[in-house]
């Protein structure tokens, strides 16, 4: 069965779900559970590389609001997410000076959601998650977005390092928002191709992921806190973005 909160429960129905290649976001397994239908569910999800969560029973019954969920209960993403390559080569054909988006496992929802809708609102042609540790688009990522998450593509990949190896490929430079540095947003040129990276909430942006990124950034903070919430962070990124282009 589906409810409104696009959530599915039952392995049968998952499985299903699966191969009419609807979009899942995450599954949940009950712990401990066996039989030939399990297994069957397992060799798919780990075909697919569907993100799953071990979890108690408890927890099944809440997702399922205590249904006949048989240990396994499934979301499924409101949006359709788009194949990289094709994004990038449509984005290219379109736009002289792209401007992409990639979100360095950013774990909450309505960080994601604020994050969509500045990004819609900028011009981003894209924006760039990781399959697993990254949040997922739910009811509550759409209702943060304003609706933005049904107007700009997202793009899911195995690793960020896939798709900055892909952006590279084509010239289109990386700038990685990080503390961890001495350059200034406001130093780096922004009017040419560039996908901006943005770390998660309480790691920033990985080590090596930095590492590969063509620039660095900080914005200037002048009080006593020592960082701003990634999403404040991002749209300030994104409007010196606008900013330059716009001259």
């Given at each position: 069965?589906i ?22 976001n ?29 979890v ?17 209960v ?6 359709e ?5 094709q994004l ?9 000076v792209?401007?992409?988006l ?49 107007k ?33 947003i ?35 903070l002048?009080g ?24």
């Amino acid at each position: 069965m589906i409810d409104k909160l696009t959530t599915i429960f039952g392995i049968r129905a998952i499985i299903e779900a699966i191969e009419s290649d609807s979009t899942i976001n995450k599954i949940y397994l009950q712990k401990g559970l066996r039989g030939n239908l399990f297994y069957e569910l397992d060799k798919i999800i780990k075909e697919r590389k569907i993100t799953t969560s071990i979890v108690p029973v408890e927890k099944l019954d809440r997702l399922s609001k205590n249904n006949n969920h048989q240990g396994a209960v499934a979301q499924i993403s409101p949006v359709e997410f788009h194949d990289l390559e094709q994004l990038i080569e449509k984005t290219l054909d379109e736009n002289k000076v792209p401007l992409f988006l990639l979100l360095d496992q950013l774990s909450d929802v309505r960080n994601f959601g604020a994050i969509i809708r500045t990004a819609e609102c900028t011009g981003v042609n894209g924006i760039i998650v990781q399959k697993n540790g990254s949040a997922p688009v739910n009811a509550e990522t759409i209702k943060t977005s304003a609706g933005a998450a049904f107007k700009i593509p997202i793009c899911k990949v195995d690793h960020i390092k896939d798709a900055i190896y892909m952006l590279n490929a084509v010239d289109i430079k990386t700038v990685a928002a990080t503390e961890k540095t001495e350059d200034s947003i406001y130093d780096v040129n922004f009017n040419q191709p560039i996908a901006i990276i943005m770390g998660s909430e309480h790691r920033g942006v990985n080590p090596s992921i930095l590492k590969m990124s063509d620039y660095k950034a900080k914005l200037p903070l002048l009080g006593e806190i020592e960082s701003l919430n990634v999403s404040v962070a991002c749209g300030v990124f994104l409007y010196e973005t606008v900013r330059q282009r716009q001259k």
